[in-house]
T-cell receptor, first 115, second 113 residues
Framework: GESVGLHLPTLSVQEGDNSIINCAYS??????FIWYKQESGKGPQFIID?????DKRQGQRVTVLLNKTVKHLSLQIAATQPGDSAVYFC??????????????FGRGTQLTVWP | SAVISQKPSRDICQRGTSLTIQCQVD?????MFWYRQQPGQSLTLIAT?????????ESGFVIDKFPISRPNLTFSTLTVSNMSPEDSSIYLC??????????FGEGSRLTVL
């Protein structure tokens, strides 16, 4: 069945280093992907999104890469800061043409940033 | 960006009772959704809250257990009925204005004893 999964449940990096969080998806019909950050006790916070007609999208200190050939999504965070420590989820829209907002979430990666 | 407020933020309930969670958005939105996040887990979509009509439920979720209302473009409620300890979760409301970003509330943390 369809799934959105993450390669690593945890990631530890030193402050100032770059972080890369990976996500694999199996539904080739998905046309919209989002990365969320969730801090403890809070709701998910939108970070960046990308549509399937793009390979790369950049935001402030973040870049999302989409490789449709291998159905792989990644989030790169530049110059990681302690405030970036959180759980990161990738999410895919449920099928092409599906109502935006019906999202299927991956398991999440806990990012810990050490000073 | 839309600001989403949920009430209650947390509650402790007895088995067999029901709890209604409210979701208020500070602007009119096209779509509203309810998600569940069990302890230490990812988010699972429960249903799409449709304005003026019955909600659309995902596989594994039914109206009798999770009745949903959406009387207007800024407000929705989710009721967790006949609760059991397995219903202990964070329930999250989300909304989209249609252009792309999907925003979430802070969640309602429910503990069922």
């Amino acid at each position: 069945g369809e799934s959105v999964g993450l390669h690593l449940p945890t990631l530890s990096v030193q402050e100032g280093d770059n972080s890369i969080i990976n996500c694999a998806y199996s539904n080739s019909a998905s046309d919209y992907f989002i990365w969320y950050k969730q801090e403890s006790g809070k709701g998910p916070q939108f970070i960046i999104d990308i549509r399937s007609n793009m390979d790369k999208r950049q935001g402030q200190r973040v870049t999302v890469l989409l490789n449709k050939t291998v159905k792989h999504l990644s989030l790169q965070i530049a110059a990681t800061q302690p405030g970036d420590s959180a759980v990161y989820f990738c999410a895919e829209n449920k099928g092409r043409g599906s109502t935006l907002g019906r999202l299927y979430f991956g398991r999440g990666t806990q990012l810990t940033v050490w000073p | 960006s839309a600001v989403i407020s949920q009430k209650p933020s947390r509650d402790i309930c007895q088995r067999g009772t029901s709890l209604t969670i409210q979701c208020q958005v500070d602007s009119q939105v096209t779509m509203m959704f309810w998600y569940r996040q069990q302890p230490g887990q990812s988010l699972t979509l429960i249903a799409t809250a449709n304005q003026g009509s019955e909600a659309t439920y995902e596989s594994g979720f039914v109206i009798d257990k999770f009745p949903i209302s959406r009387p207007n473009l800024t407000f929705s409620t989710l009721t967790v009925s006949n609760m059991s300890p397995e219903d202990s979760s964070i329930y999250l409301c989300s909304a989209s204005a249609g252009a792309g970003e999907l925003f979430f509330g802070e969640g309602s943390r429910l503990t069922v004893l």
